[in-house]
């Protein structure tokens, strides 16, 4: 064999060799991508999933609900800026939700965070600029009708009513509502 021959099977049989033990190197980024993507996948499910985790608006000092008398009472300035903010109420064994947001014409308005006909999704709703927005079938409800317009997919109204300032949800309203979040099976 000639020395330009041995070379050249030398040198495939190192590259044969390189080839092979970099096979056991993987490039981690795609490995790294998929758990991002995996990351961002659980965060929407859990936002989807508990709407109200999602909510802005951790009242500010002096701006906490209390409750007196059977009512329920956020201060006003709470909504001035017109984002929805959720709230609960445990009734017994049911936990009844609901939304107070201050509508485009500068009402502030409240209804329960279910409709009669998407509340057995137990989804709610979220707020995309003026309207209201069902997480179950998509549909749109403008601010200024909540409150307002009531049966069908519209979210169903809460009564409140403003006093010195103070947005009043009367625990005996809030109650009416047990209906949407009772999710228990039917006998």
């Given at each position: 064999?000639?020395?330009?021959?041995?070379s050249s099977t030398?040198?495939?049989?190192?590259?044969?060799?390189a080839?092979?033990m970099?096979?056991g190197?993987?490039?981690?980024?795609?490995?790294v991508?998929?758990?991002?993507?995996v990351?961002?996948a659980?965060?929407g499910?859990?936002l989807?999933?508990f709407?109200?985790?999602n909510t802005p608006?951790?009242?500010?000092?002096?701006n906490?609900?209390?409750?007196?008398?059977?009512?329920?009472?956020?201060?006003?300035?709470?909504?001035?800026?017109?984002?929805a903010?959720?709230?609960?109420?445990?009734?017994?064994?049911?936990?009844i939700?609901?939304?107070i947001?201050?509508?485009?014409?500068?009402?502030?308005?409240?209804?329960?965070?279910?409709?009669?006909?998407?509340?057995?999704?137990?989804?709610?709703?979220?707020?995309?600029?003026?309207?209201?927005v069902?997480?179950?079938c998509?549909?749109h409800?403008?601010?200024?009708?909540v409150n307002?317009?009531?049966?069908?997919c519209?979210?169903?109204?809460l009564?409140?009513?403003i006093?010195?300032d103070?947005?009043?949800?009367?625990?005996?309203?809030?109650?009416?509502g047990?209906?949407?979040?009772?999710?228990?099976?039917?006998?």
């Amino acid at each position: 064999m000639t020395a330009k021959r041995k070379s050249s099977t030398h040198s495939t049989r190192e590259t044969k060799k390189a080839i092979v033990m970099n096979a056991g190197k993987k490039n981690p980024t795609p490995i790294v991508i998929a758990a991002v993507v995996v990351i961002a996948a659980a965060a929407g499910l859990g936002l989807f999933l508990f709407p109200g985790a999602n909510t802005p608006g951790t009242p500010a000092a002096g701006n906490t609900p209390t409750a007196d008398d059977g009512r329920i009472t956020y201060a006003a300035s709470m909504f001035a800026d017109g984002k929805a903010r959720h709230f609960q109420y445990a009734d017994g064994n049911i936990t009844i939700s609901y939304f107070i947001l201050k509508s485009t014409d500068g009402v502030i308005r409240a209804a329960f965070d279910a409709c009669d006909v998407c509340w057995q999704a137990g989804k709610g709703y979220y707020q995309e600029g003026g309207d209201m927005v069902c997480r179950n079938c998509g549909r749109h409800f403008e601010s200024v009708k909540v409150n307002e317009v009531q049966g069908g997919c519209n979210p169903a109204p809460l009564a409140r009513t403003i006093e010195n300032d103070r947005v009043v949800i009367r625990v005996a309203d809030l109650k009416k509502g047990r209906s949407y979040f009772n999710f228990s099976p039917k006998a």
